[in-house]
């Protein structure tokens, strides 16, 4: 792949939010993660996601339009009616819906790294407790960490 992790999280952000389906401009990726001038400035992009439905996985209720507000990688606020910062990416994801990333927490991980770790992410899952830990799997964490393999963050087991 020829993205930065960044930018990768950032679509699934984006994939994950628009459950629905539906489609945005060129890159929607572009609203949600900092631009590097910005960065070197000490700015960080705001975005703010409007007229979502919110889905509260503790309840199970849908929590509709909401507003949600993304500072950098971060949300910070989910509320209805929450007042747009000056300056921010405004998308509108009316009809839309938002979820938390999920959690697999019994993996076997594949030995394909090229796939396997940014397919998690493509089907929402943004952690895994992989239950057979080898020097492979060890590697690809360290790699999620450093932002050189796209994956989600790994609670990794011992070898069997």
Known sequence: MNT???QFLARTAVGVAVVAGGSFGADPASALISSPAGAAAGTTRTTTLTDVTVI???TGRRNRRQTVLISGERIVAVGRNLPV???ATTID???KFVIPGLADMHVHALDTDEVDPPLHLANGVTTLRVMSGDPRTY???DR???GTLLGPRMVVASQI
């Open 4 to 6: 930065s992790r960044r």
């Open 85 to 87: 910062p000056r300056g």
């Open 93 to 95: 994801l009316t009809g």
């Open 139 to 141: 590697e690809w964490r």
């Open 144 to 146: 999620i960490d450093a």
């Open 56 to 58: 509260d996985v503790a």
